[in-house]
Nanobody
Framework: QVQLVESGGGLVQAGGSLRLSCAASKRTFGSYAMGWFRQAPGKEREFVAAISKTNINTYYADSVKGRFTISRDNTKNTVYLQMNSLKPEDTAVYYC????????????????WGQGTQVTVSS
């Protein structure tokens, strides 16, 4: 069982930046692919970014490519999502997730989920 706790959400103006963090409880954090998803009001949860367990490969949704960066620090059991040039359409609850696969970009591939952190971007 892996417990995931997100932090770093908040209110920011359009064009601003936020960095989300997700701390994992497991010392075997390096055995999991990690991902970020988001869910806006009235919409389904969607993929944002993912990083392989090897820390070699990263994947991004087209809507965030070039603006968001996912990274991980296995010594701290933490995955990050640096979000720059934020837009009002980035407003959502952001979820961190862990998968036992080498890499994962589909929601159903993830085994463990955090509780989410709210990101609100004002225009």
């Amino acid at each position: 069982q892996v417990q995931l706790v997100e932090s770093g959400g908040g209110l920011v103006q359009a064009g601003g930046s936020l960095r989300l963090s997700c701390a994992a409880s497991k010392r075997t954090f390096g055995s999991y692919a990690m991902g970020w998803f988001r869910q806006a009001p009235g919409k389904e949860r969607e993929f944002v970014a993912a990083i392989s367990k090897t820390n070699i490969n990263t994947y991004y949704a087209d809507s965030v490519k070039g603006r968001f960066t996912i990274s991980r620090d296995n010594t701290k059991n933490t995955v990050y999502l640096q979000m720059n040039s934020l837009k009002p359409e980035d407003t959502a609850v952001y979820y961190c997730a862990a998968a036992t696969l080498i890499a994962a970009v589909k929601e159903y591939e993830y085994n463990y989920w955090g509780q989410g952190t709210q990101v609100t971007v004002s225009s």
